[in-house]
T-cell receptor
Framework: GAGVSQTPSNKVTEKGKYVELRCDPI?????LYWYRQSLGQGPEFLIY????????DSGLPNDRFFAVRPEGSVSTLKIQRTERGDSAVYLC???????????FGEGSRLTVL | KNQVEQSPQSLIILEGKNCTLQ??????????LRWYKQDTGRGPVSLTI?????NTKSNGRYTATLDADTKQSSLHITASQLSDSASYIC???????????FGAGTRLAVHP
């Protein structure tokens, strides 16, 4: 596609539920990143993929968070047993290479009640 | 600790006026510094990217400067427009791959 696409744009869920957020990067971009942005703050790094592998997952806050990119294109961020503190906008970005310009999606706004 | 500090936190200016946003960083090693514009409810969009050897870079009415010695950068907006109302985020890249340290942003409001 023309840009990075994220779905859903909005997700409201109850505490304890499981959530999946999807990112479809720009075609041909090998690097993919997930960030989390709280209100009034800059994005916070979660995980970086180079191809199919997670090159750096040091930003994932705990083991309830997991992300996959099985075919080196679409990525899914998975959150188990959601907590109210998980409420944020989850941004996905992709780039042609690990040092290239980042292109961000519009984000998925997650609200945990 | 790698940090990016931005000032002011928020700014209100009148349409047509100029403004300058500041960014100080302590990221090491340093690869490049980027300024992004983020409209409310949207993803950040890149304005400029500067490497260590670049002192200034322009993108239309946006001009970014970089002083790698003092670890400071500024973003100057000329002849502001209502559409410039957004958050402006300073981002510093360090390390061997694209791991970015984001500032908290400056929220700019341009009033008619």
């Amino acid at each position: 596609g023309a840009g990075v696409s994220q779905t859903p744009s909005n997700k409201v869920t109850e505490k304890g539920k499981y959530v999946e957020l999807r990112c479809d990067p720009i075609s041909g971009h090998t690097a993919l990143y997930w960030y989390r942005q709280s209100l009034g703050q800059g994005p916070e790094f979660l995980i970086y993929f180079q191809g199919t592998g997670a090159a750096d997952d040091s930003g994932l806050p705990n083991d309830r968070f997991f992300a996959v990119r099985p075919e080196g294109s679409v990525s899914t961020l998975k959150i188990q047993r959601t907590e109210r503190g998980d409420s944020a906008v989850y941004l996905c970005a992709s780039s042609l290479s690990s040092t290239g310009e980042l292109f961000f999606g519009e984000g998925s706004r997650l609200t945990v009640l | 600790k790698n940090q990016v500090e931005q000032s002011p936190q928020s700014l209100i200016i009148l349409e047509g006026k100029n403004c300058t946003l500041q960014c100080n960083y302590t990221v090491s090693p340093f690869s490049n510094l980027r300024w992004y514009k983020q409209d409310t409810g949207r993803g950040p969009v890149s304005l400029t990217i500067m490497t260590f050897s670049e002192n200034t870079k322009s993108n239309g009415r946006y001009t970014a400067t970089l002083d790698a010695d003092t670890k400071q950068s500024s973003l100057h907006i000329t002849a502001s427009q209502l559409s410039d109302s957004a958050s402006y985020i300073c981002v510093v890249s360090g390390g061997g791959y694209n791991k970015l340290i984001f500032g908290a942003g400056t929220r700019l409001a341009v009033h008619p």
